[in-house]
């Protein structure tokens, strides 16, 4: 019997996320959401760069917990420029088996990147040195990126889509198992991504993943769309999100819109296409995580766990929703893990911290039946993460810090031991 193709999540919060200006997560947070990643059921997180030496101790502490079962079924990838040297360092210092190799198609953006000194056949060139590179060192799972996808062009400004087929064509031929279509400054449609997926899909026949941004607000339906299309040519697809939408500038396709549009909009329902395992029951939970983390409040209108998602003023609105809810909602507030009786921020308690003392800290582990082996040592974990963190831990962090302490320890030690 043939395997159905799926829609699959592939959250790049731990990466692109991080890059929100201004703002970002300590790597201890980051181990968090990928805690919680697996817990909902996401195929993947991009989780880090494992070229850069500041990401190498929580990368490999990662990798490590990731082998142990924590992390679910999460598989945990890296992202890299499409450089050979690149994918060497990444090979070297740590132990990611599953990377994503980024490089332009776009004339702008070759032309400003490289300062006019290489063309479009030098980026194909490096692009598959940076495969073989990736394969030769045994990476298990090869993605190739064409940033800026959606603006590919030729001089007159036509897009050009014989390229970007001539570019994936040889990135597959040199071993690539993925091909990510970037609409990266948010510039396409639905109707084009949808045709631009479908052609190079049709092409290659190696799944697609998508990655659109949200500057011109399209950046769910995109992602959807491109999605359909390649599910459309035969091949399975990959769908880039970020909780919350975070993200460069207007930021990433937001999870929970994604998970929604793919299971409550016209056509969707019932179509089964969403990869099976996702718990849609986790995103409250780590909607909130997140926005605690990033110290970001949720969106009053935001998708699914806005606080007016599931509020009602008007009179017929109201009049409609006591009569029968489903005249004003498509999906209801437990669907998402939402409380019926409360919808408010979870889980940050206030317990103890980077000032905490061992009394303190030990009734608030008997309260969460919770034996310490090392009660000095816990404590001592718990005041260097509240200091990372520079907030209150909530009690699935504190679970966490009591029950992989060596990790941690890893994780929160930022210089990696060169020996």
Same mark, same amino acid.
């Given at each position: ?82 450089? /050979?040297?690149?994918?060497?360092? /990444? ?103 949808? =045709? ?121 609105? /109201?009049?409609?929703?006591?009569? =029968? ?8 507030? =437990? ?85």
């Amino acid at each position: 019997m043939k395997k159905k193709n799926r829609i699959y999540i592939i959250d790049v919060t731990n990466r692109d996320g991080v890059q929100t200006a201004n703002i970002g997560l300590s790597k201890f947070e980051k181990t968090m959401l990928n805690y919680y990643l697996g817990q909902m059921g996401i195929y993947q997180s991009e989780f880090g760069f494992p070229s850069l030496e500041h990401e190498w101790n929580y990368l490999n502490a990662n990798l490590e917990l990731s082998k142990q079962g924590v992390m679910g079924d999460l598989i945990l990838s890296g992202w890299t420029r499409a450089v /050979a040297d690149d994918v060497y360092a /990444a090979v070297k210092h740590t132990n990611v088996k599953h990377l994503n190799l980024s490089i332009s198609t776009s004339e702008i953006m070759t032309n400003g990147k490289f300062g006019g000194k290489k063309n479009r056949e030098d980026v194909i060139t490096m692009m598959t040195e940076a495969v073989i590179a990736a394969k030769e060192a045994g990476i298990e799972t090869v993605g190739v990126n064409a940033e800026d996808a959606s603006r590919t062009e030729v001089c007159d400004q036509r897009y050009d889509e014989d390229y970007l087929v001539r570019f994936s064509r040889a990135a597959v031929e040199h071993g690539a198992d993925r091909i990510r279509y970037c609409d990266t400054l948010g510039y396409d449609r639905t109707i084009s991504i949808y =045709d631009s997926v479908k052609r190079i899909a049709e092409a290659v026949q190696v799944p697609i993943e998508l990655h659109c941004h949200n500057d011109l607000g399209y950046a769910v339906a995109n992602s959807v769309e491109g999605a359909m299309g390649a599910i459309d040519a035969g091949v399975p697809a990959y769908i880039n999100t970020t909780v919350n939408g975070m993200g460069e500038r207007a930021g990433n396709a937001d999870m929970v819109s994604v998970l929604l549009a793919l299971t409550k909009s016209r056509g969707m329902q019932g179509k089964d296409i969403l990869d099976p395992k996702i718990d849609l029951t986790q995103s409250w939970k780590i909607c909130n995580y997140v926005a605690t983390a990033f110290r970001q409040p949720i969106p009053i209108n935001a998708v699914g766990v806005g606080s007016n998602a599931f509020a009602h003023e008007s009179g017929i609105h /109201a009049d409609g929703m006591l009569k =029968d809810r489903s005249n004003y909602e498509l999906y209801s507030p =437990d669907e998402l893990g939402i409380s019926e009786s409360e919808i408010r921020k979870i889980g940050r308690i206030i317990t103890t911290g980077e000032y905490g003392g061992l009394k303190g800290l030990l009734h608030v582990y008997e309260s969460l039946g919770i034996e310490l082996e090392d009660e000095r040592e816990t404590l001592r974990l718990v005041q260097y993460t509240s200091a990372h963190n520079q907030r209150p831990l909530n009690e699935d962090e504190l679970r966490f810090i009591a029950e992989h302490p060596a990790e941690v320890e890893q994780i929160l030690t930022v210089t990696p031991n060169r020996k």
